[in-house]
């Protein structure tokens, strides 16, 4: 019993945790881009369940596929070998016929997993509808470096008032790597190069190529968000990258430097990465912004309701001191708050007494899956360079339950007498706070 009760209140914790995410990307664009692999390998099917998820979730979502391997098998049937330059395939008459034969297969198949309602899956009682059209132009890539790619080609023009129709109509649209010329020739495209321009044109949220392995730092560690600037560093200094995941980091940096709001690279091996990476804190790959995600400056009133809701679990389990609504509006201004990815996760704040030259470091707040971060010595160290900046000598810290971490910190105990006036008069002798001092 003891086992299914926690079990239980870990689920609760999460699905309460995961409502920010849910709230923040309902009606949002995300575009999923998978490699023909993900479907040639059967890991689609457990992906199917994710975005069937996604879309009941209220998130508009397109998929675009790649057919590389289905392709390669379109050839070997022919007994013909694949040419490439530079990475890209050289799409003759004979390697259009397979790219056509190989993308028509597969866009049946993807339906097929999305059609899916059997009961006792995840997929019981859906209705998912899905689209796809002409919504590519596209032109020839033509001749460079004196080789002629013949029908591989780029994107011109991407018909987002079509897109944007289909996913008003609550469908999902399916994208694939080919695209069509006024003239009404078609060409093979390449499967990032289509996400990008659809991510672009469709003012997405969110990019999500899914590759063969993560993005690793020097010693084998997943990193969790880049700016576009740290990984175009990562990827100058070649540190053992499949060349898949190369590849789309590649186009996560040009995604975000065009203005998707971000992008990401995570492993299709690992089943669930989709979910875990958009609605929990720690995600399951990489996440690449244009600048920095993590942002501590002054608050404003306009992030009272984010304050509220970091300290009220605190307030109520006797952690913090309770301020409510109105005091807080009060007192905003004395508030520092520590942003990720738009999401306050952390805050505190200085109230100064001039006259004695001190400043009390008051409700100092983390969310609870944000911390182990260093949150907590930003946010202190923050409000220790205000205390300096404003001429104060000494900063002190009321505490009942944390009076170690402070300790660590350079904080010593001392007695109520060391505190101003103001604060000796209103001490709670029912709190019984440990009163910490710190020389600035």
């Given at each position: 019993m003891r086992t299914r009760l926690d079990n239980t209140a870990q689920f609760v914790a999460w699905f309460r945790s995961a409502a920010p995410y849910l709230h923040a990307f309902r009606g949002k664009v995300l575009v999923v881009a998978i490699g023909g692999e993900v479907v040639a390998g059967g890991l689609f099917y457990e992906l199917a369940y994710d975005i069937n998820l996604l879309h009941a979730a209220g998130i508009r979502v397109v998929l675009v596929h790649g057919s590389r391997p289905q392709i390669e098998g379109q050839l070997r049937k022919r007994k013909v070998e694949p040419?490439?330059?530079?990475?890209?395939?050289?799409?003759?008459?004979?390697?259009?016929?397979?790219?056509?034969?190989?993308v028509g297969t597969l866009r049946v198949e993807i339906d097929a997993m999305l059609s899916q309602g059997m009961p006792n899956t995840p997929m019981a009682g859906a209705a998912i509808n899905t689209v796809s059209g002409n919504f590519i132009t596209a032109q020839p890539m033509g001749v460079h470096d004196g080789v002629d790619y013949q029908y591989t080609g780029t994107v011109r023009k991407i018909d987002t008032l079509a897109i944007n129709g289909c996913l008003?109509?609550?469908?999902?649209?399916?994208?694939?790597?080919?695209?069509?010329?006024?003239?009404?020739?078609?060409?093979n495209l390449a499967m990032e190069d289509v996400a990008v321009a659809i991510a672009k044109g469709l003012h997405a949220e969110k990019l999500i190529f899914l590759s063969d392995s993560p993005v690793l730092d020097p010693a084998g560690?997943?990193?969790?968000?880049?700016?576009?600037?740290?990984?175009?560093?990562?990827?100058?200094?070649?540190?053992?990258?499949?060349?898949?995941?190369?590849?789309?980091?590649?186009?996560?940096?040009?995604?975000?430097?065009?203005?998707?709001?971000?992008?990401?690279?995570?492993?299709h091996q690992t089943d669930g990465a989709l979910l875990i990476e958009l609605f929990t804190r720690g995600g399951s790959g990489t996440m690449v912004s244009a600048d920095k995600l993590e942002r501590l400056r002054q608050a404003t009133i306009d992030d009272v309701g984010g304050v509220l809701q970091l300290i009220e679990p605190l307030e109520e389990d006797g952690t913090l001191v309770r301020r409510g609504r109105e005091r807080l509006e009060r007192e905003i201004q004395r508030f520092f708050v520590l942003e990720h990815d738009g999401m306050i996760v952390g805050c505190a704040a200085l109230y100064p007494f001039p006259r004695e030259r001190l400043g009390e470091l008051a409700c100092l707040a983390v969310r609870p899956e944000a911390r182990g971060a260093g949150h907590g010595d930003k946010l202190a160290e923050a409000i220790e360079a205000a205390a300096r900046r404003a001429g104060l000598k000494r900063l002190f810290v009321l505490t009942t339950r944390t009076m170690h971490w402070f300790i660590e910190r350079g904080f010593a105990e001392a007695d109520i007498s060391v505190l101003p006036d103001e604060k000796q008069a209103f001490y709670n002798l029912q709190r019984m706070s440990r009163v910490l001092v710190k020389k600035l």
């Open positions: 040419v490439y330059h530079k990475g890209l395939r050289i799409t003759d008459p004979v390697a259009l016929e397979c790219v056509k034969e190989a008003d109509t609550g469908n999902i649209v399916i994208v694939s790597s080919i695209g069509y010329s006024t003239t009404g020739e078609v060409f560690r997943t990193l969790p968000e880049l700016s576009a600037e740290e990984a175009q560093q990562l990827l100058q200094a070649d540190v053992g990258l499949s060349a898949d995941t190369r590849l789309y980091l590649a186009h996560a940096i040009e995604a975000v430097r065009a203005g998707v709001a971000r992008a990401h690279v995570i492993s």
